[in-house]
């Protein structure tokens, strides 16, 4: 029998992570909503909402950051009760401090959560893609405008190349 299962049940640390599980996955879930209309708006190039989007999920982020205070301070909690660093305190180790009865629910809590966080990275990953793709083809067109040359490799001798005067193009070539 290991150390871990001769621990006495703490409800009150257990209440605490069945209720930051909760608050975490209600934020997990608003910041995925928020992501997705992210990517729709970038999809439909809607300026507005891309930074609409951009503004709620930084305020979504810096509440975040409070749970994660939060869950610092009860795996430092569970950390002290089960006699062993904070890094090192496992989800088997934090159930190993509940009520059985409240094992499996925090179980699947975070199963929820990890595959929340898991789908929000993905699509927050899709988001920044498409984001480099539009910009890239925004910096393309201004070159184009400008009549610059697209940013590219210099010589192997180091000295860039002069740029070639535009061509001119007759559209008309009328005489009187």
């Known amino acids: 029998m290991s150390a871990v299962a001769t621990i006495a049940p703490d409800a009150t640390l257990a209440m605490a992570v069945v209720q930051h ?4 996955l209600v934020s997990a879930r608003r910041l995925l909503d928020l ?4 990517g729709s708006a970038i999809r439909s190039r809607d300026v507005e909402a891309v930074l609409t989007r951009l503004s709620e999920v ?3 982020m ?3 950051e409070q749970l994660e205070e ?3 301070r009860i795996v430092l909690r569970a950390g002290a009760l089960l006699g062993v660093p904070a890094e090192q305190v496992t989800l088997d180790g934090l159930t190993a401090l509940m009520p059985d009865e409240q094992v499996d629910g925090v179980r699947r809590r975070s199963a929820e959560l990890r595959g929340l966080l898991a789908e929000i990275a993905r699509e927050h ?4 893609a498409l984001m480099r793709q539009e910009l890239a083809f925004v910096d393309h067109l201004v070159r184009l405008i400008g009549q610059e040359p697209a940013a590219g490799y210099e010589r192997p001798d180091g000295v860039t190349p002069q740029r070639a005067e535009a ?4 559209v008309l070539n009328l005489e009187a």
């Open 21 to 24: 599980l909760d608050e975490q």
């Open 35 to 38: 992501i997705l209309k992210q």
């Open 58 to 60: 930084k305020t979504e």
């Open 62 to 64: 810096a509440m975040r």
């Open 70 to 72: 939060q869950r610092t």
């Open 125 to 128: 990953g899709t988001n920044r």
């Open 167 to 170: 061509p001119s193009h007759r």
